[in-house]
Nanobody
């Protein structure tokens, strides 16, 4: 089992930036893919970004491509989500996820979820 703790959320104006962090403990961090999902009020949880165990492969939702960057530091057991050019529609609770596979992340194969961190973008 992996324990995940997110940090870095907050309130920012449209066009601003935030960096989310997710610290992992438990199972060997470098053996599995990591990702970020988000859930806005009244909507279902949606995929945002994922990164393979090595960091060599990354994947993004079309809505964030070119604005968000996912990265990981296996020495620090931490995954990051750099969010630039934020829009009001990015407002949501952001969840860190650890998959059970090394290559990518899918909601159906996530083994552990973080508790979530609120991101609010004002217009």
């Amino acid at each position: 089992q992996v324990q995940l703790v997110e940090s870095g959320g907050g309130l920012v104006q449209a066009g601003g930036s935030l960096r989310l962090s997710c610290a992992a403990s438990g199972r060997t961090f470098s053996s599995y893919a990591m990702g970020w999902f988000r859930q806005a009020p009244g909507k279902e949880r949606e995929f945002v970004a994922a990164i393979s165990w090595s960091g060599r492969s990354t994947y993004y939702a079309d809505s964030v491509k070119g604005r968000f960057t996912i990265s990981r530091d296996n020495a620090k057991n931490t995954v990051y989500l750099q969010m630039n050019s934020l829009k009001p529609e990015d407002t949501a609770v952001y969840y860190c996820a650890a998959d059970t596979r090394p290559g990518t992340v899918a909601a159906s194969t996530v083994g552990s979820w973080g508790q979530g961190t609120q991101v609010t973008v004002s217009s």
